[in-house]
């Protein structure tokens, strides 16, 4: 896990809010990915983006949610106007390229709506 | 549709003895599999990868066997400490990769002094 930072660890959000969660990448990693863990389930892959580019977002549901990966700066998921069934665990990933390479997650961002 | 599944919810070793989660896959396109473990309120920690071309791989207490015609992998933790009880994930890729991961529920275990 060292490496991979996430802020903020907790976040509670009132239903309609927006919520912003952030991931820094290990160092000399540029490949980063978002994952969900609800409760008592696995983790669901969101996104897969590079610097500046989202090259898989199958996993994203198609309102509300978005991410970025900025030349500059952390990777952002963004989900808007959220509701109670958004509560979960969100990771971040990163890895330094693409075959072969693990992926290493950091402590997570827990989401509450109330 | 559950590609990777972890069916034991939880097990329970003894200290000392071996303890083997079990893992099934759906998906024959999957040429990449992983074992992670997880505390709780923290991210998941890389334990142990293996890809489809060979069918076992081994770090210190740690073995993973992939038995692609039975579409089955197990992680094998031998011998068993208490530091290791925590949830065990297994996660496939068709990507010959770690990105884009499928995971299983989880398999939560406890090894008793």
């Known amino acids: 896990n060292a490496g991979v930072m996430q802020n903020p660890r907790h976040l509670v959000r009132r239903r309609g809010q927006e919520a912003r969660l952030r991931c820094s990448p290990m160092k000399g990693h540029s490949h980063v990915y978002w994952y969900r863990q609800l409760p008592e389930e696995g983790l669901k892959f969101m996104v897969y983006?590079?610097?500046?580019?989202?090259?898989?977002e199958s996993g994203m549901p198609k309102e509300r949610f978005s991410a970025e990966f900025p030349k500059e700066g952390p990777s952002i998921l963004r989900i808007q106007q959220v509701v109670r069934g958004d509560s979960a665990a969100y990771f971040c990933a990163s890895s330094r390229g693409l075959s072969g390479n693990t992926i290493y997650f950091g402590e997570g961002s827990w989401l509450t709506v109330v | 549709d559950q590609q990777v599944k972890q069916n034991s919810p939880s097990l329970s070793v003894q200290e000392g003895r071996i303890s083997i989660l079990n893992c099934d896959y759906t998906n024959s396109m999957f040429d990449y599999f992983l074992w992670y473990k997880k505390y709780p309120a923290e991210g998941p920690t890389f334990l142990i990868s293996i890809s489809s071309i060979k069918d076992k791989n081994e770090d210190g207490r740690f073995t993973v066997f992939l038995n692609k015609s039975a579409k089955h992998l197990s992680l094998h933790i031998v011998p068993s400490q208490p530091g290791d009880s925590a949830v065990y994930f297994c996660a496939a890729s068709a990507q010959q990769g770690a990105q884009k991961l499928v995971f299983g529920q989880g398999t939560r275990l406890t090894i008793n002094p």
């Open positions: 983006l590079q610097k500046e580019n989202i090259i898989d």
